[in-house]
């Protein structure tokens, strides 16, 4: 077993934020795609990317779990209390550009109801010019392994 301490969420979801918000990190930083991302953490082993299965569980719910800890204003503008290393990216998505992920047919993916019953992620346009916007210095691209790497330790 692992000993936690008693606080908010499961285990499990606690350390999805970590990987959540490292993967959006590397977005913003001009590192790595959204694609690019996923395609390193299955190569890993996981069954699917931190942004896919963001888009399968609902950008909305980590959106209002981030309102609902003070990081995000009601207005969802930035607030002064988020954590300082924080993506905008992750809360522009949902609040300007209504992307709640497979449930709404867009979210990190594009999801075509005709193609594998609008379960299939397919590259965006809208969001690659998105991530675009939050890139200040782009840098050189990070390999799978510093992808892994850069969310999982």
């Known amino acids: 077993g692992v000993v936690v301490r008693s606080c908010d969420g499961f285990v499990g979801n606690r ?8 993967s959006t990190l590397l977005l913003e930083e001009g590192v790595a795609t959204v694609s690019s991302v996923d395609k390193a953490l299955v190569k890993f082993g996981m069954p699917m990317g931190p942004l896919q299965m963001g888009d399968m569980a609902g950008l909305d719910i980590g959106y209002n779990i981030r309102k609902q800890r003070g990081w995000v204003n009601e207005d969802g503008s930035p607030s002064r209390h988020r954590p300082s290393r924080y993506p905008e990216v992750a809360d522009v998505i949902v609040s300007e550009y209504k992307r709640l992920g497979q449930k709404s047919g867009k979210g990190w993916y594009d999801y075509d109801e005709n193609i594998g019953k609008g379960r299939k992620a397919l590259p965006s346009k809208e969001v690659e010019e ?6 200040k210095t782009p840098q050189p ?9 850069r969310i999982l330790y």
């Open 15 to 22: 350390l999805l934020i970590s990987y959540g918000a490292e």
């Open 130 to 135: 998105l991530v675009r916007r939050f890139v």
């Open 141 to 149: 691209p990070f390999s799978d392994q510093q992808i892994v790497e």
